[in-house]
């Protein structure tokens, strides 16, 4: 990694023969106010003084560490943005502008926010790239970037120790810290973030942070310095516009609050098939939500998380700006029996059309409703619609597919569309009770009894 000093750069000049004016010397008298060379000096010559500053610019540019993102310029960015909404596009603008502004002038620190897609790591590179032009040097560098790097300084056969490393980032004169909110949150990636962010908040150091994640769901210590008012400018570029009729009701305050962030998939008391199964159940949940294709089945006993991980499902789609549909199954059907009532604010083909048609759609606690003829008729169709329709779909249930009535469950288990996890983990409730009596009868006795 190229360093940055504020020292001046001292260098042997070197003759050039093409120069008409040193004649190849390198270095020229500077006039006298009579118009006479003044022998007693001698200065850089024009062609020497323009080289200097090709090697200055390049070193600039080795320093930024922005690699193929020195494309992403104000100039090839649309200042309204590219959303096609005339209100996205003004409060792109306001964005805009303050990166600009931010790019002439850097001090305190921008954070640039939004969803996926929006134009936040353009801006931030499009204000490293500006103040490189400008001659002022700038450190671009993405949050999993940096903690790999930082702990690949450990190995024997790396170029930088680590705190030489770490001290040139946390000292850059100016740090653009893309992706912040990507990392793996381990104690480790949390202290190392602590240290850079508490070191620049303190010191001032013009800082550009481009958040992946809401800020208010980023780590207390992190949020607490970015929305520090006295330093920090917050610019969102797109609040979510989540349809109404794809949004979370006031029934739903527990799932809305469930996040794949918050789920322990860890679960370090369990033993390492448990453990190993509920890793990879997160994971495909995970990868499901950032490209939902076909359907995804879990199943398993109260309370192993499988509600959590659908909801979390969700919840990353409406961060991405995405509809998606969660709907309890019982409570789906008590919903559209009282549709037939006079006093009904929704008709039934409204409420019925719009689970069926949803983009995405979540099924939780599927057979748990009552199974009355009419409530196997309506669950049939939706299920054999989609399935027909082949839209992505999310259902959690209890027990197993043979306890599903068949010409549902056959459809559920088509491997074709399908992916079926059985989690193998016991209640989080009970289970976190248990470690709870465990830790208090191994600190009164030392061992467990």
């Known amino acids: 990694m190229d360093t940055w000093s504020d020292a001046e750069?001292?260098?042997?000049?070197?003759?050039?023969?093409?120069?008409?004016?040193?004649?190849?010397?390198?270095?020229?008298?500077?006039?006298?106010?009579?118009g006479k060379p003044d022998f007693s000096q001698v200065?850089?010559?024009?062609?020497?003084?323009?080289?200097?500053?090709?090697?200055?610019q390049a070193r600039l540019q080795r320093y930024s560490n922005l690699g193929a993102l020195t494309r992403l310029t104000f100039d090839n960015l649309l200042p309204q943005g590219r959303s096609g909404n005339p209100i996205s596009q003004e409060q792109f603008h306001l964005v805009y502008e303050a990166a600009k502004t931010f790019a002439t002038e850097a001090k305190g620190w921008l954070i640039l926010a939004g969803p996926s897609g929006?134009?936040?790591?353009?801006?931030?590179?499009?204000?490293?790239?500006?103040?490189?032009s400008q001659g002022q040097p700038a450190f671009f560098i993405s949050t999993p970037?940096?903690?790999?790097?930082?702990?690949?300084?450990?190995?024997?056969?790396?170029?930088?120790?680590?705190?030489?490393?770490?001290?040139?980032?946390?000292?850059?004169?100016?740090?653009?810290?893309?992706?912040l909110g990507a990392q793996t949150s381990t104690p480790w990636a949390k202290e190392k973030l602590d240290q850079l962010l508490n070191h620049r908040c303190n010191g001032e150091l013009p800082t550009v942070i481009v958040a992946i994640i809401p800020i208010e769901q980023l780590e207390d210590r992190i949020r607490t310095r970015l929305t520090d008012s006295g330093l920090c400018q917050i610019c969102v570029i797109e609040e979510k516009q989540v349809l109404l009729e794809y949004s979370w009701g006031p029934e739903f305050e527990l799932q809305k609050n469930m996040y794949f962030s918050k789920f322990d998939w860890r679960r370090v008391n369990l033993p390492p098939e448990q453990r190993q199964n509920l890793e990879l159940v997160f994971h495909s949940a995970l990868d499901f939500a950032k490209s939902p294709d076909g359907w995804l089945v879990l199943l398993g006993d109260t309370g192993c998380g499988k509600t959590h991980l659908a909801a979390a499902i969700v919840n990353y789609r409406y961060e991405?700006?995405?509809?998606?549909?969660?709907?309890?199954?019982?409570?789906?059907?008590d919903h559209l029996r009282s549709t037939?009532?006079?006093?009904?604010?929704?008709?039934?083909?409204?409420?019925?059309?719009?689970?069926?048609?949803?983009?995405?759609?979540?099924?939780?606690?599927?057979?748990?409703?009552?199974?009355?003829?009419?409530?196997?008729?309506?669950?049939?169709?939706?299920?054999?619609y989609r399935y027909n329709a082949q839209l992505p779909t999310v259902i959690t249930a209890r027990g197993s597919l043979d306890e599903i009535d068949s010409p549902i469950s056959s459809r559920l288990a088509d491997p074709k569309i399908t992916v079926v996890w059985?989690?193998?983990?016991?209640?989080?409730?009970?289970?976190?009770?248990a470690s709870r009596k465990k830790i208090t009868r191994g600190g009164r006795k030392g061992r467990w009894s």
């Open 340 to 384: 037939f009532t006079p006093e009904s604010k929704v008709s039934y083909d409204q409420l019925f059309e719009s689970v069926k048609n949803a983009p995405l759609l979540v099924l939780d606690d599927f057979g748990e409703q009552t199974t009355t003829p009419w409530a196997r008729e309506k669950l049939y169709q939706v299920i054999n």
């Open 422 to 433: 059985n989690i193998i983990v016991p209640d989080y409730r009970t289970d976190a009770t």
């Open 43 to 56: 200065v850089a010559c024009r062609c020497t003084q323009q080289e200097s500053d090709k090697e200055s």
């Open 9 to 34: 750069e001292t260098e042997e000049l070197s003759p050039s023969s093409s120069c008409p004016i040193c004649k190849g010397a390198g270095f020229v008298h500077p006039l006298l106010p009579s």
């Open 118 to 132: 929006c134009g936040k790591t353009h801006l931030a590179a499009a204000i490293a790239n500006e103040r490189v």
């Open 145 to 179: 970037d940096l903690l790999g790097r930082l702990r690949s300084t450990f190995n024997t056969d790396s170029e930088i120790p680590y705190d030489e490393f770490f001290d040139q980032v946390r000292n850059a004169p100016l740090l653009v810290l893309d992706d």
């Open 320 to 333: 991405a700006n995405q509809p998606a549909l969660f709907v309890v199954v019982p409570d789906f059907l």
